[in-house]
């Protein structure tokens, strides 16, 4: 699987990014079949690559390449979202059943350890799979195929998810 970085654009709706014709980095993630979803966010790259969840410090592209942090084993990890903070981690996992995954990450000095905290699976065997998990603060959102949207809880705390509320 392959990851393309080109560069360290911000968004400006007055000057649209042109097209992008050369890459300024390009890196394989070892064991990955493909790269699925990646979030970016205060200097860090996520990166759900199916059987791994990865993290890169991407905060000086301008002088180098991206710095491999991190990784965690998984299954069909389909998409990834860092809370605000940055202390915690969630993945979706696209199988059946597939459930939500709370990471939290331990910072080390020039790595990180992403610890699993906890699982999410709603109660109900129509809910196949969890897509692309957004946070807000402490708020989780996810969309499930065949059951809507799940908004979910993080005690920081504890380290767990709670739902508060769904929506099909």
């Given at each position: 699987s392959c990851?393309?970085?080109v560069s360290e654009q911000r968004d400006d709706p007055d000057n649209p990014p042109g097209v992008i014709t050369t890459p300024a980095y390009q890196f394989q993630i070892p064991g990955s079949l493909w790269v699925h979803d990646?979030?970016?966010?205060?200097g860090r790259l996520y990166v759900a690559a199916w059987e791994t969840l990865e993290v890169f410090d991407v905060s000086d592209l301008g002088n180098g390449p991206p710095v491999w942090l991190g990784r965690?084993?998984?299954v069909g990890v389909h998409s990834v979202?860092?809370?605000d903070d940055g202390r915690f981690l969630v993945t979706a996992e696209e199988r059946t059943r597939g459930p939500l995954r709370l990471y939290e990450v331990i910072e080390g000095v020039g790595s990180v350890t992403l610890l699993p905290r906890d699982?999410?699976?709603p109660p109900y065997a129509v809910?196949?799979?969890a897509h692309?998990?957004?946070?807000?603060?402490d708020m989780l959102y996810a969309s499930y195929m065949q059951a809507g949207l799940m908004v979910l809880a993080?005690?920081?705390d504890r380290a767990r998810l709670h739902l508060v509320a769904s929506y099909d």
């Open positions: 990851v393309v970085i990646i979030t970016a966010r205060d965690a084993d998984g979202w860092p809370t699982t999410f699976a809910a196949a799979t692309n998990p957004v946070m807000r603060g993080i005690d920081p």
